[in-house]
């Protein structure tokens, strides 16, 4: 069996927890975001940042630490239907700035770890999903779904207000930062595992360019 | 040569422009021709393995930067799109209830033909299968600072039409020379050239292969020139390249 790709188009969903919304809040209506955002933030991860299940994460072009993003992505079937949901390392060099599209930031070859299949469901058996991030096996972070600013009945409905989500298509929920804004990192000679139960887990050796 | 992909008879076809005409290049209709009224016009590009990378540029001519209040970017602002947003020539657009400004851009599409990474502009060229006519309509009433241009602004369905022609890059010496152009119901709104682009495509091309891999059928659109007007339903938008093609769309109210 090969290991699971995506078939559409991956979203991810930038501050949808509470935690990093409260730590922006108060900037939120300076320059140059001049006011809290109101519709759900996105950013598509295109294909070139797919890593199945087992590739290392190799950094290169000048990246030398990534962010760990351990998040839910919510698997579409027909109608816009969640029909499984999968783990998944969001991977993306570090940025303080929100303002503009993230595309270097996000977009890099392999940024995005994958498992090796889907788990089916509906979004109420995650509700209350607790995902963990370890590094060189010790936990870094735990990411507790009811932290959401947008649960996934809110996120999938507001985002479905301006796109229809296709068959094949993912939406994650977002990633949690730690208690300081910043993310928990990784760098060349790491071990990254994403792990929660009733998931495939995602596990990465992240490597360097010598 | 000009290609387009068609749904006619009950089923998808190939076709390239032939004296007019649409003449069908495959299938059980090959050599077949059928003209251009007969056929629904879906996006000119053949289906790819995974998701299709939809690069986008904002602020990709000075003018345009100026009429927005940007001075001009000092690297590409680029923004990813699906490719459910595509619809093809002739199609339909929803202008959202109550929104007050919602604007074409004329954009000159690359689509690639050669897996490219770590290019050099020298070389880009070589990466190109051709280029096609792309209109990313904006809905500004939509637009919030933060990953700006957002994607409620940017990704909506119907809201980028794309086509009619997918014109062999071999056919287009210089497209670092071509005029653009844009009219609402006939009357011209916007007019420029792609000699004014701030970024060209070889530019593009090495910046984002400089970190990432382009694939076959992955789209590049390069950006709009000055002139943008809002658009109500019921209004005929056509955004036309020189030797590229024109492409045409309409805009209807939500329950159309």
């Not at chain 1, 783990?87 to 503009?100: A, E, F």
């Not at chain 2, 059928?34 to 001519?61: H, S």
């Not at chain 2, 056919?171 to 682009?197: E, F, I, R, Y």
Request: proline share 7%; hydrophobic share 40%.
């Amino acid at each position: 069996m090969t290991a699971w790709l995506p078939q559409g188009t991956v979203y991810g969903t930038l501050l949808n927890f509470r935690r990093e919304w409260d730590l922006w809040s108060a900037r939120m209506t300076q320059d140059p975001h001049k006011a809290a955002p109101r519709a759900p933030v996105l950013y598509v991860k295109t294909a070139n940042t797919f890593g199945p299940a087992g590739q290392d994460l190799l950094l290169q072009d000048g990246v030398g630490e990534v962010d760990i993003g351990a998040t839910l992505g919510l698997v579409v079937g027909a109608q816009a239907q969640v029909v499984g949901a999968v783990l998944v390392n969001d991977w993306c060099v570090p940025h303080t700035s929100y303002y503009r599209p993230p595309v270097k930031f996000r977009n890099r070859d392999g940024f995005l770890a994958l498992p090796a299949q889907v788990t089916a469901g509906q979004v109420r058996d995650w509700a209350t999903l607790q995902i963990e991030a370890r590094r060189n096996g010790e936990v870094v972070q735990t990411v507790d779904l009811r932290e959401l600013m947008r649960d996934l009945p809110t996120l999938l409905a507001d985002v479905g207000e301006f796109m229809t989500l296709q068959p094949g298509d993912v939406l994650m929920v977002g990633t949690d930062c730690l208690p300081d804004g910043t993310r928990p990192r990784a760098k060349a000679g790491d071990k990254v595992e994403i792990s929660a139960p009733g998931f495939a887990s995602v596990v990465t050796t992240v490597k360097g360019l010598a | 040569m000009k290609h387009a992909r068609i749904a006619w008879s009950g089923a998808i076809h190939d076709a390239v422009e032939s004296d007019g005409q649409l003449l069908l290049t495959q299938g059980p209709h090959a050599g077949r021709r059928v003209a251009f009224d007969e056929v629904v016009w879906l996006p000119p590009l053949a289906p790819v393995p995974q998701a299709r990378t939809v690069i986008a540029l904002g602020l990709n001519y000075a003018d345009h930067a100026k009429e927005l209040a940007f001075k001009a970017p000092e690297e590409p602002l680029a923004f990813m799109k699906s490719q459910a947003s595509l619809i093809g020539h002739q199609a339909l657009t929803k202008r959202p209830e109550g929104v007050a400004y919602m604007h074409y851009e004329c954009e000159l599409a690359v689509v690639i033909g050669r897996t490219a990474r770590h290019v050099k502009k020298a070389d880009a060229y070589d990466h190109i299968a051709g280029y096609t006519v792309a209109n990313d309509y904006a809905i500004r009433d939509y637009l919030e600072n933060w990953y700006r241009p957002n994607l409620r602004v940017k990704n909506r369905d119907t809201c980028t039409p794309i086509g009619p022609w997918l014109v062999d890059a071999a056919d287009v010496p210089n497209p670092m020379a071509l005029k653009l152009q844009t009219t609402v119901n006939g009357k011209v709104t916007q007019s420029g050239s792609t000699a004014d682009m701030i970024f060209d495509v070889p530019t593009l091309i090495e910046y984002f292969s400089g970190f990432m891999t382009l694939h076959p059928g992955d789209l590049i659109l390069t950006g709009t020139p000055d002139g943008i007007v809002d658009c109500q339903p019921g209004d005929v938008i056509v955004t036309e390249i020189e030797s590229i093609g024109a492409l045409t769309n309409t805009i209807v109210t939500p329950s159309c």
